[in-house]
């Protein structure tokens, strides 16, 4: 089955700066790769997602690439700000939707003032 | 109008007893979810339905049992409540592309479970 690591397992940023945060999954047959963010007390939410007929999508100060051949993506952010403070995953599916999505392991970020 | 809630919101019990928690979405989905996220925040998946048939199960113990009464409602029942049963589990809907949607899950907001 599909294993997807993430790191770091926590990052820490001031206002303003960047945030990476990048997986690695195993299965060449994914094709579909979402990134949740869930913020205390709630549900994890859908911001972006990138297919695998792409290598970058963009959306306002959030970006994913994609990089097929070394099976991995990143989630960019930038212009931090402190409602960015969360935990982030990254998942993978060769399903194309919900189904069967495998979550990595999860990133809390921190925006510092 | 909330698209995804479940119900309770925290649950407290003793070791060995039975516990449910209902979900519902009114987003017209077809597939719904439970998953499970440990204290380390990991989230796996533990059963999957579409409309109303079982189409994801994943190594869960028996004394789980989901239930789908119609497609918009997902229940969750736990016999025998064990301390490593504590979580929060979190319900979920999605409609797959194929049927019109993004295939994006929409997540409750979490039912937690403590077990003493």
């Given amino acids: ?113 | 109008d909330t698209a995804v809630s479940q119900t309770p919101k925290y649950l407290v019990t003793q070791m060995g007893n039975d516990k449910s928690i209902k979900c519902e979405q009114n987003l017209g989905h077809d597939t719904m979810y439970w998953y499970k996220q440990d204290s380390k925040k990991f989230l796996k998946i533990m059963f999957s339905y579409n409309n109303k048939e079982l189409i994801i199960n994943e190594t869960v113990p028996n004394r789980f049992s989901p239930k789908s009464p119609d497609k918009a409602h997902l229940n969750l029942h736990i016999n025998s409540l064990e301390l490593g049963d504590s979580a929060v589990y979190f319900c979920a809907s999605s409609q797959d592309l194929g049927r019109g949607g993004t295939g994006e899950l929409f997540f409750g907001e979490g039912s937690r479970l403590t077990v003493l």
Avoid at chain 1, 25 to 43: C, M, R, T, V
Avoid at chain 1, 55 to 73: P, S, W
Avoid at chain 1, 94 to 107: E, I, M, P, Q, W
């Fill in chain 1, 1 to 113: 089955g599909e294993n997807v690591e993430q790191h770091p397992s926590t990052l820490s940023v001031q206002e303003g700066d960047s945030a990476v945060i990048k997986c690695t999954y195993s299965d060449s047959a994914s094709n579909y790769f979402p990134w949740y963010k869930q913020e205390l007390g709630k549900g994890p939410q859908l911001i972006i997602d990138i297919r695998s007929n792409v290598g970058e999508k963009k959306d306002q100060r959030i970006a994913v690439t994609l990089n097929k051949t070394a099976k991995h993506f990143s989630l960019h952010i930038t212009e931090t700000q402190p409602e960015d403070s969360a935990v982030y995953f990254c998942a993978a599916s060769r399903t194309g939707g919900g189904n069967k999505l495998t979550f990595g392991t999860g990133t809390q970020l921190k925006v510092e003032l």
